[in-house]
T-cell receptor, first 112, second 110 residues
């Protein structure tokens, strides 16, 4: 039962342009969402998160948008850089719950 | 600051051999601890999580087991490895709704 879905396995973007990575979820109880970046043979690194009481959170080039009614969140990277090329995972959790549900990941390729 | 250690970084084991992967966390107390697996080209599959010493929840039935002998130590084990156990294994800890991952162990079963 995939409660968090990333329907695009890959995305290719030109350097300097915007990268938009999407994530959908089915469980309306989720109230905290996270994005991770992962390079091959390394553990995922935390990028940015958002609580369900907000609809936007920004950190430098990274912005996460949350649309609770659509059960959809997205990560925007502006401007995209070649070093952003990695697999991006979104994850969701319920407050005070012990489990994090991950999407299957989107592989981003930023072309110089 | 908190750090998480995993070892070994890579491991090649024959089919039928035992397995022991270790994970330790520093700089925090009573964290939730997790073992995930990522097969090639796949997402993160939660294997086990623990909310305290000796408390283990299993997510996927398989020939793996986990133990938490100390507050900040989490061990992934198997008595007999299968070829299908070849994967990238990740340990993670969480507190206050955020989760942080270790560097991972690449396990190859031959």
């Amino acid at each position: 039962d995939q409660q968090v879905k990333q329907n695009s396995p890959s995305l290719s973007v030109q350097e300097g342009r915007i990268s938009i990575l999407n994530c959908d979820y089915t469980n309306s109880m989720f109230d905290y969402f996270l994005w991770y970046k992962k390079y091959p043979a390394e553990g995922p690194t935390f990028l940015i998160s958002i609580s369900s009481i907000k609809d936007k959170n920004e950190d430098g080039r990274f912005t996460v948008f949350l649309n609770k009614s659509a059960k959809h969140l997205s990560l925007h990277i502006v401007p995209s850089q070649p070093g952003d090329s990695a697999v991006y995972f979104c994850a969701a959790s319920v407050d005070n719950f012990n489990k994090f549900y991950f999407g299957s990941g989107t592989k981003l390729n930023v072309k110089p | 600051s908190q750090t998480i250690h995993q070892w070994p970084a890579t491991l090649v084991q024959p089919v039928g051999s035992p397995l022991s992967l270790e994970c330790t966390v520093e700089g925090t107390s009573n964290p939730n601890l997790y073992w995930y697996r990522q097969a090639a080209g796949r997402g993160l599959q939660l294997l086990f999580y623990s909310v305290g010493i000796g408390q283990i929840s299993s997510e996927v039935p398989q020939n793996l087991s986990a133990s938490r002998p100390q507050d900040r130590q989490f061990i992934l084990s198997s008595k007999k490895l299968l070829l299908s156990d070849s994967s990238f294994y990740l340990c993670a800890w969480s507190k206050n709704n955020e989760q942080f991952f270790g560097p991972g162990t690449r396990l190859t079963v031959l």
